[in-house]
């Protein structure tokens, strides 16, 4: 797994904890939705940063009151195709005004990179096979918005005025 | 069991194409590698997908067909071998190859 | 008609740019075709039988000379000298090369086209009434929100991994010729009480495996609503539509499944959030879209033209082609042309290079460089002036164009089936064609009167059966083709799904048990009735009686 934002490959502090799995006394750990619904205070009284990871069956209207307690939310890719994450995206972004880092992670592949900028994703976890220097020119292929979204983008509608 | 072909469409140009000998992938039907039990269709089967993986075609399965003359049993296959049944002016039916075979 | 600006070419050129390098990549294996497929589905690139088919979008059926004759071009230049207009007012090459597919779409967006977003799980291609801006009863052109709605909709990055297809359809007359209600959401255009144009919101219509007319979500949207409504709409069928079965994924099966009522409360919820935002539609952005279809340079005409009268009385054929091909048009002296592509034996919708240059040549010449696809497959002149009629139908005759069959038996409508795609059960063209054949006596034709057959190759539905008066669906039987008639579809106003008669048909009797039904409705009408009129006074009852008891 390569970590990437739009400025290149990034190092990765944050640790994915499994359910079932003890919790590290400090470092920056995402834990699931679950886990937060059931131990919420007792990873509220730890010292470290907290990130959650939502399913793509979980909506982000979830999180709503809790957003405030993270500062990574990373929304799961099961496939490519699934494109629930980008509406869950865009929410968090735009009606609860989350502005914490946001992580696709799961089937991230090249070609839907633009779309994940745009709304909303700030980091991606390419799988170990990306070129990544390839893949990040996604972001840049196509130069013209016709929406807006949560990457501050003025859509043409707007520039034509 | 049914005798049957390894059939798919060429990745470039999207052409019906059949699993002749030595792994080539013809378009003419008469030229394909018959399986006559399910372990040569199984083989058939292999070489096939590696073609796939390699890119040379795409959706490969395999064709039920009867007679010596290699006739497709569906109506889909014997539309795919020859062209459109609406316009014989196209396809494979309509190139000169086609009418030395029939 | 609309014109590109800057943004928009360099949108088109750089969305080439992005499908020739993932072509590139296919070919290299960098893309599985599982990855692939979902791409160039998106660029509407099929695999089919014999070779990939692409879908190139006419943007709610509207085309201009020059774009047709790059039609005809590529037709030639990529393809085998013809090219299949859609149900979807679209047009479908099915014979290219992966390898060619960049190069064509660069020579389409050299004048301004493209084939984003004709296939795939996103927002389709936007389709409108084929006589936008020409029928005297509109409120207003549905083409003006239909390229509103395309712009919006083009690369959406939230909504282009929908659960499934999503199709809308734009109409601005009482008179529904654009199927609003069988479509994802249908907009039909309405007045407030204080006399303010907006739109009927229509969602959850479709056809396919579970054909449903669409359930009025909201009477009255403001027009400076539209587009945030629309996203509140698709949000709640992104986050809702079901992924795990293809069959109940379209936005159809959920709004059945939650019931219309609270779908509503869904949509109106999520647009408290949207409303009054960025996507709201100011009356400068509709004003400078709309400037693009204002109306061409009419002549100020008398409303009768005495030449074109003297010419219907003199010749007959010219005469029976007028009752059926020219339709009343808002201006004085001026005509709406119907161009049939349903000559006898001829597959519906196909249009060779030869005719497409043609159509291009008298739109040049008579028709303000413009004409429209239907989505009976069939091509329209918008603007003719009735003096002009004779000799455009003269040209149309020369080149095999001027059938005088629109709205009549012999103009089905038809899916390309078994004999190109990759889906079909069962072959359609040959179907129509022999339907042709038997009811080629125009005479007969009219005795018959308003019957709309529509035939699919499979469940798809993508030949609209189910709302065909008569429907004709293809089936496959231990590898032997059938067809499923069904009776009393309708896609208009009073839209309804039609009734399955009975045990599908082997296809040798498939036209004879058309001809059965056609006969007892002769037998059985009362004065003036539309065949579709008897079905729903009658029921199923006499034509199942006929085409099985008699037997």
């Known amino acids: 797994m390569t970590l990437v934002s739009r400025e290149g490959i990034q190092e990765d502090p944050w640790v994915f ?75 968090l972004r735009e009606r609860y005004g989350y502005t914490g880092e946001l992580r696709a992670v799961g089937d991230v592949l090249r070609d839907q990179l633009f779309f994940m900028l745009r709304c909303g994703f700030d980091s991606f976890e390419l799988p170990d096979r990306a070129n990544v220097k390839e893949w990040m020119q996604a972001f840049e292929e196509i130069g013209v918005v016709y929406q807006p979204a949560s990457d501050g983008r003025r859509p043409v509608p707007g520039l034509r005025r | 069991m049914t005798r049957q072909v390894i059939t798919a469409n060429r990745l470039r140009d999207g052409d019906v194409v059949y699993l002749a000998e030595n792994g080539r992938w013809t378009p003419w039907l008469d030229e394909a590698s018959v399986a006559e039990t399910a372990a040569e269709a199984e083989a058939f089967m292999k070489i096939a997908e590696e073609s796939e993986a390699a890119c040379d075609v795409i959706g490969i399965y395999g064709m039920p067909v009867e007679g010596e003359r290699l006739e497709p049993v569906s109506t889909r296959e014997r539309i795919r071998a020859k062209g459109p049944t609406t316009r014989t002016d196209l396809g494979k039916q309509a190139e000169p190859d086609f009418a030395k075979r029939a | 008609m609309y014109q590109y600006d800057a943004y928009d070419h360099r949108l088109v050129r750089e969305r080439v740019a992005q499908f020739r390098g993932q072509v590139v990549r296919r070919l290299k294996g960098d893309l599985t075709e599982e990855e692939f497929r979902p791409l160039r589905l998106m660029n509407g690139l099929y695999l089919q039988l014999h070779a990939y088919m692409l879908r190139v979008a006419v943007p709610y059926g509207t085309l201009s000379s020059e774009q047709l004759r790059m039609l005809a071009r590529i037709a030639r230049k990529y393809d085998k000298g013809y090219g299949h207009f859609t149900t979807r007012q679209n047009i479908q090459y099915n014979w290219l090369n992966l390898e060619d597919v960049p190069d064509l779409l660069a020579d389409l967006a050299s004048v301004e086209m493209h084939a984003i977003q004709t296939s795939g799980n996103c927002i389709r291609n936007v389709t409108a009434d084929q006589y936008a801006g020409v029928s005297a009863d509109e409120i207003e052109d549905p083409r003006i929100y239909a390229e509103i709605i395309r712009q ?80 509140a709409i698709l949000r709640v069928y992104n986050q809702l539509g079901r992924r795990d079965n293809l069959h109940k994924a379209r936005i159809k099966i959920l709004v059945q499944s939650v019931g219309a009522e609270r779908f509503t409360e869904m949509v109106e919820a999520e647009w408290q959030h ?6 709201e539609l100011p009356a400068e952005t509709i004003a400078h879209i709309r400037a693009f279809f204002a109306a061409p340079a ?84 918008p603007h003719v002036k009735l003096a002009d009629v004779f000799a455009v ?35 359609s063209i040959p179907v129509a064609q022999q339907i042709s ?29 189910h709302v065909g008066h008569i429907g004709l669906l293809g089936v496959d039987k231990k590898g032997e083709e059938f067809y499923q008639i069904t009776l009393g579809g309708d ?19 498939a036209v004879d048990a058309v001809e059965t039904i056609v006969e007892t409705y002769l037998a059985r009408r009362q004065n003036g009735e539309r065949f579709l009129d008897t079905y729903r006074r009658l029921g199923l009852a006499p034509f199942k009686e006929q085409l099985y008891d008699a037997r």
């Open chain 1, 17 to 91: 904890v499994a359910d079932d799995a003890a919790l590290p006394e400090g470092g920056a750990v995402v834990i699931t939705l679950e886990r937060w619904q059931r131990d919420g205070n007792a990873l509220l009284a730890r010292s470290g940063r907290l990130g959650i990871c939502l399913r793509s069956d979980e909506m982000a209207e979830a999180l709503a009151e809790a957003l405030g307690h993270f500062d990574l939310v990373a929304l799961e890719f099961p496939q490519f195709k699934d494109g629930r994450p980008y509406s869950s995206a865009r929410i």
């Open chain 3, 393 to 427: 139908w003269q040209a149309l005759a020369a080149a095999g164009l001027a059938s005088a069959n629109i709205g009549l038996i012999t103009d089905t409508i038809t899916c390309p089936g078994l004999d190109y795609c990759n889906l079909a059960n069962a072959r």
């Open chain 3, 491 to 509: 896609a208009e106003e009073k839209a309804s799904i039609g009734d399955i008669v009975g045990p599908a048909f082997a296809r040798e009797k």
């Open chain 3, 437 to 465: 054949e038997r009811f080629e006596a125009l005479e007969r034709q009219h005795d018959i009167g308003d019957l709309k057959i529509k035939i699919s190759g499979c469940i798809n539905a993508c030949g609209h059966h």
């Open chain 3, 274 to 279: 949207l409303r009054d935002g960025a996507l």
């Open chain 3, 152 to 231: 919006w909709s083009t690369l959406h990055p939230e909504f282009s991994f929908l659960p499934r297809k999503f199709k809308i359809a734009v109409t601005g007359a009482p008179k529904d010729r654009a199927a609003v209600r069988v479509h994802d959401i249908g907009l039909q255009m309405r007045r407030n009480e204080k006399g303010e144009a907006g739109f009927e919101v229509l969602v959850g219509g479709g056809l396919g495996r579970t054909p449903i007319i669409a359930k009025t979500i909201r009477p009255f949207l403001p027009k400076r609503d539209l587009l945030s409504y629309l996203e």
């Open chain 3, 298 to 381: 009419y002549e100020t005409l008398e409303a009768k033209v005495p030449a074109f009268e003297a010419k219907r009385f003199e010749d007959r054929v010219f005469s029976e082609w007028c009752r059926t091909n020219l339709a009343p048009h808002k201006v004085p002296g001026y005509a709406i042309v119907n161009i049939s592509l349903k000559a006898t034996g001829e597959a519906p919708g196909d249009a060779s290079a030869e005719q497409m240059e043609t159509v291009a040549d008298l739109a040049e010449r008579h028709s303000f460089g413009e004409l429209r696809v239907t989505h009976a497959q069939n091509l329209v002149l």
